[in-house]
């Protein structure tokens, strides 16, 4: 069983930037990020392979969002810069056993953290 926690999560003005935490204990997997706004859908974000050689992120955040990881502190990072009101939500963290990440499918979900970004 792996337990995510995410944290790094606030409220900053726009044209700011976050970096969120992603601590994961147990063994080391291929993590993804997603967004959960206010009446949307949940939707991806950046995706990490378990050795952190392969990334993957969605058109929308490309240039602005980076993914890493440091496996020796089992943690992934994801660093956002020039935030918009629209990035105001929920953001979670998803691992995924084996190369079940290349196909979206995550087995283990965190609970999640809000970010704030006004205008």
């Known amino acids: 069983q792996v337990q995510l926690v995410e944290s790094g999560g606030g409220s900053v003005q726009a044209g700011g930037s976050l970096r969120l935490s992603c601590a994961a204990s147990?063994?080391?997997?291929?993590v993804g990020w997603f967004r959960q706004a206010p009446g949307k859908e949940r939707s991806f974000l950046a995706a990490?392979?378990?050795?952190?050689?392969?990334?993957n992120y969605a058109d929308s955040v490309k240039g602005r969002f980076t993914v890493s990881r440091d496996n020796a502190k089992n943690t992934v990072y994801l660093h956002m810069d020039s935030l918009e009101p629209d990035d105001t939500a929920v953001y979670y963290c998803?691992?995924?056993?084996?190369?079940?990440?290349?196909?979206?499918?995550?087995?283990?979900w965190g609970q999640g953290t809000q970010v704030t970004v006004s205008s």
């Open positions: 998803a691992a995924a056993k084996g190369l079940k990440w290349i196909k979206g499918v995550y087995d283990y």
């Open positions: 147990g063994r080391t997997y291929a």
């Open positions: 990490i392979n378990w050795t952190g050689t392969t990334t």
